[in-house]
């Protein structure tokens, strides 16, 4: 599982809510990324990052931000909550030398 | 740009038959090419990757996967299927830029029928 770590595992928030997602690393790899799942979607990527305090947007970046202060911990931030932004949230982490990502187990996050 | 079109949202066959996904991929140079598997309420899991060294790429539990140019395809078989294979299946592209960005297919359903 490449020592990855997501937390919470589930969640329940109302909308206009902030929530905030952790994803915590135990190899030190460079590069991680968050993805949502939903239903005929497949994986999207809303943001990434290629280092400490070094981050990008995804394809479906708005509502979101993110933060790495340290190179173990990603964490995702929903400022205001809304109904769309229920899904399932994974982290990726990137072995760079052999081109290949991980994923940590998810976050099941519903917005009422 | 680069996409993957997966061309079944499902699947469905009889333990023991082969096992055929169908992914397509676009793009203007050379790819790579991953499959992953996820199992219910689990995580992705990386089935196997082609990055050009080989047209025949072979993962794990006996799936593999055909790179071919000529038809910008890169479809995951499996000659006898498991029922314990039941699972979500995504292709994706990417990963070789700088970004290690990966673009997902929409998704494939495999039902094995006992």
């Known amino acids: 599982d490449a020592g990855i770590t997501q937390s919470p595992r589930h969640k329940v928030t109302e909308t206009g809510t902030p929530v905030t997602l952790r994803c915590h690393q135990t190899?030190?790899?460079?590069?991680m990324y968050w993805y949502r799942q939903d239903p005929g979607h497949g994986l999207r990527l809303i943001h990434y990052?290629?280092?400490?305090?070094?981050?990008d947007k995804g394809e479906v970046s708005d509502g979101y931000s993110v933060s790495r202060s340290k190179t173990e911990d990603f964490l995702l931030t929903l400022e205001s909550a809304t109904s769309s932004q229920t899904s399932v949230y994974f982290c990726?982490?990137?072995?760079?030398?052999?081109?290949?990502?991980?994923f940590g187990p998810g976050t099941r996050l519903t917005v009422l | 740009a680069q996409s993957v079109t997966q061309l079944d949202s499902h699947v469905s066959v009889s333990e023991g038959t082969p096992v055929l996904l169908r992914c397509n991929y676009s793009?203007?140079?050379?790819?790579?090419l991953f499959w992953y598997v996820q199992h219910p309420n689990k995580g992705l899991q990386l089935l196997l990757k082609?990055?050009?060294?080989?047209?025949l790429v072979k993962g794990i539990n006996g799936f593999e996967a055909e790179f071919k140019k000529s038809e910008t395809s890169f479809h995951l078989t499996k000659p006898s299927a498991h029922m314990s294979d039941a699972a979500e299946y995504f292709c994706?592209?990417?990963?070789?830029?700088?970004?290690?960005?990966?673009?997902f297919g929409q998704g494939t359903t495999l039902q094995v029928k006992p």
């Open positions: 990726a982490i990137r072995v760079a030398e052999r081109n290949e990502q991980f």
């Open positions: 190899e030190n790899h460079r590069y």
């Open positions: 990052s290629y280092g400490v305090k070094d981050t």
């Open positions: 793009s203007s140079y050379s790819p790579s």
């Open positions: 082609y990055t050009s060294a080989a047209t």
């Open positions: 994706a592209t990417g990963g070789s830029s700088n970004t290690g960005k990966l673009i």
